[in-house]
């Protein structure tokens, strides 16, 4: 179907379902984080764990990507992956990192910027422990982010490690996977408004503290 770029630009649409004042926000990011997490949860967000995770490359160049907020802790937001991954040398490189929660159907986006570091073994065993068994597979036969002939190069991996663990249900999590923890300094939380005039309130971390401002939209 041929797309008409007028068309492109004339999407559009007016954001009427709330606001966002000062007086309402939490005392820090996380409690309020959590407050709107849970009203995505009651609303039937689609996958709203998921999040936009934006790191620097070698090549100097930013790269994003969906990835999946597996737990809300006390000083920051925790995902998975392999550490040989793009993203995972891309951290090991640099610290600095983003984060990025779309939720449509409430109108509403939160930014994330900060630092990220590996999370202790314990929190990545046990959370590698409580995936389905051909998740873990999986963990094991994708060589991510590198280049592979073909998907039958993939399959024939997994049928390898499924005949390997295929007697026990204890599957070892792989030395090169495990968990990241994202530490915030700034977290802006965006609520749509008409006219373009949205709400933007933000948090940073400044003198052992969390500091609160509006921005102009």
């Known amino acids: 179907m041929a797309i008409d770029h007028k068309d492109i630009a004339a999407i559009r649409e007016d954001y009427l ?11 820090n990011p996380f409690e309020q984080f959590e407050n709107w ?68 159907e409430l ?12 999370l202790c073994e314990e929190d990545s065993n046990e959370y590698y422990a409580s995936r389905p068994k051909g998740s873990r597979i999986g963990a094991w036969a994708s060589p991510q982010s590198q280049v592979i002939p073909n998907r039958e190069f993939l399959e024939e991996r997994v049928s390898f490690y499924e005949k390997k663990f295929k007697d026990t ?28 005039l949205h709400d933007r309130i933000t948090y940073v971390w400044e003198a052992d503290d969390w500091v609160i401002n509006r921005l102009a939209p």
């Open 17 to 27: 379902k709330d606001s966002l004042s000062e007086e309402h926000m939490s005392a």
């Open 37 to 104: 997490f849970g009203q995505a949860l009651e609303a039937h967000v689609i996958e709203p764990n998921a999040m936009t995770l934006s790191t620097l490359g070698e090549d100097g160049f930013p790269a994003s990507r969906i990835v999946l907020l597996k737990d809300i802790k006390l000083n920051g937001f925790s995902f998975f992956t392999n550490y040989q991954s793009k993203k995972g040398l891309d951290m090991e490189g640099s610290s600095k990192v983003s984060l990025l929660f779309f939720w449509p």
């Open 107 to 118: 109108q509403r986006q939160v930014r994330v910027e900060g630092l990220v570091e590996r």
């Open 169 to 196: 249900e204890i599957v070892p999590r792989p030395e090169f996977w495990g968990g990241y923890l994202v530490r915030p300094l700034k977290v802006e939380f965006w609520q749509g408004r008409s006219s373009r």
